[in-house]
């Protein structure tokens, strides 16, 4: 599976964004989509996580610090998972990546993703 994340910029505080992940190259279905970000100097983090199309309806799965104003989606039909960002904090400014966990287990654990996207960087200024 090939990622590839966009959707970036910068943004002020308290604005919203919505970032896309594109796959291809594999059975994007049948995927865990998580959304992970970076910061300056800091480890790579959960950020959200949506479930495979095998559950119905789909399970959505939040970092604390983003619970309310963050949601994942996807679409199947387009092989693509978008994460919208509301109430933007600059606390959120980081690298953003996609990944896709084909285990089914391990929402927010790094390690159970076996692919990932370059990256969008966001920055939100205050």
């Known amino acids: 599976v090939q990622l590839q994340a966009f959707g970036g910029g910068l943004v002020q505080a308290g604005g919203c964004l919505r970032v896309?992940?594109?796959?291809?190259?594999?059975?994007?279905?049948?995927?865990?989509m998580g959304w992970f970000r970076q910061a300056a100097g800091k480890e790579r983090e959960f950020v959200a996580a949506i479930s495979w199309s095998g559950g119905t309806p789909y399970y959505a799965y939040y970092a604390d610090s983003v619970k309310g104003r963050f949601t994942i989606s996807r679409d199947n039909a387009k092989s693509t998972v978008y994460l919208q960002m509301n109430s933007l904090k600059s606390e959120d400014t980081a690298v953003y990546y996609c990944?896709?966990?084909?285990?089914?287990?391990?929402?927010?654990?790094?390690?159970?993703?076996?692919?990932w996207g370059q990256g969008t960087e966001l920055t939100v200024s205050s």
């Open positions: 896309s992940c594109a796959a291809s190259g594999g059975t994007f279905s049948t995927n865990i």
């Open positions: 990944a896709a966990n084909p285990r089914g287990k391990g929402l927010s654990y790094r390690t159970e993703y076996d692919y």
